[in-house]
């Protein structure tokens, strides 16, 4: 089974910061998924970035980025330049290959304050 | 940008009722799922669909639960027989594939209170 863990209080941010959002993974699967997605309070969940295990690059997408350290099992989101409406949840999760379902964590809060 | 779409976006329904909440995937994807969201804890996944057939199911997926795909746009999630606990959100996602690298997209949710 695979667990994710996301234990960062809430967060503040200002804007046009750049803000870090932790996530570590423990699977034995050797090729695996990580996403990221974003629900703000209206409760939609937003994809916004995927870091496949075997890329050698990490993932960018617009201000979205992804520090992947697959030793650490650590795949770290940073988004930079915040805008107010970053402020929402995020949440980490991964899926093994050839498995449908995706494993989520528990989420980071952000809230981005002018 | 094609989205996923569920109705409706709040159901209220007494305990022991049936509820059938909807979804119309994004139109080219395959791969349907149903996933829901106790308030203030995980995501947790439901079940998956692909070709008229459940792929992979939970261990919450259990009797009380099916799923449809009625005609060539709508996927249903049916809950017999409603329990308190049964209160949450539920989210249908769609993917174009099951690659790795296919992301599952989201609908807005659906709020089921049970009373």
């Known amino acids: 089974a695979q667990k994710i863990t996301q234990t960062q209080p809430g967060m503040f941010v200002q804007e046009k910061e750049a803000v870090t959002l932790d996530c570590t993974y423990d699977t034995s699967d050797p090729s695996y998924g990580l996403f990221w997605y974003k629900q703000p309070s209206s409760g939609e969940m937003i994809f916004l970035i995927y870091?496949?295990?075997?890329?050698?690059q990490n993932a960018t997408e617009g201000r979205y980025s992804l520090n992947f350290q697959k030793a650490r099992k650590s795949a770290n989101l940073v988004i930079s330049a915040s805008q107010l409406g970053d402020s929402a949840m995020y949440f980490c999760?991964?899926?093994?290959?050839?498995?449908?379902?995706?494993?989520f964590g528990k989420g980071n809060q952000v809230v981005v304050i002018p | 940008e094609p989205e996923v779409t569920q109705t409706p976006s709040h159901q209220v329904t007494q305990m022991g009722q049936e509820v059938i909440l909807r979804c119309v995937p994004i139109?080219?994807?395959?791969?349907f799922y149903w996933y829901r969201q106790i308030l203030g804890q995980k995501v947790e996944f439901l079940v998956s669909f692909y070709n008229n057939e459940i792929s992979e199911k939970s261990e919450i997926f259990d009797d009380q639960f099916s799923v449809e795909r009625p005609d060539g746009s709508n996927f249903t999630l049916k809950i017999r027989s409603t329990k308190l606990e049964d209160s949450a959100m539920y989210f249908c996602a769609s993917s174009e594939g099951r690659q790795i690298n296919q992301p599952q997209h989201f609908g807005d949710g659906t709020r089921l209170s049970i009373l």
């Open positions: 999760a991964m899926r093994p290959y050839g498995n449908n379902r995706l494993a």
């Open positions: 870091q496949g295990s075997y890329d050698q």
């Open positions: 139109s080219n994807h395959l791969y």
